[in-house]
């Protein structure tokens, strides 16, 4: 999903709620969504709020907790506001992790993945939507 260009158009305009809204309208339909939550994350960030975005990272890291992606978005975010500790602890996961070269199935639509195979995203629903990446 790309809520880049509405949610522009509603910054312009000062319309925060509806974009907000929009979010958790989407996450109460597929709670699953990490594109969702990363564009809510980035949403806050913008506003300001950046503990809700932190959360909205660590619920995303929670869904995917192999997800790199996840994992660079937080931890960008955690040296950013000087949370050394935190980032720290993330920075060593992804050390530990960097070792282990196992396929990530991820959805085409919504962007979950995991590492075993599935021809329905658990996500999104969406089927046969898999792409493989090492």
Known sequence: ???????????????????????????????????????????????????????QLTEAKNLQPDSKRISYHLLKLMLERNMYEPAKTELENLINDAGETEDVFSCGECHYSQREFFFQCPGCGSYETVQNYF
């Open 1 to 55: 999903m790309t809520y880049q260009r509405l949610e522009k158009n509603l910054f312009k305009r000062n319309d925060y709620d509806k974009m907000l809204e929009l979010y958790q309208k989407t996450l109460k339909t597929c709670p699953k969504c990490i594109e969702t939550r990363l564009s809510l994350a980035d949403f806050w960030i913008k506003r300001g709020n950046f503990n809700e975005a932190i959360n």
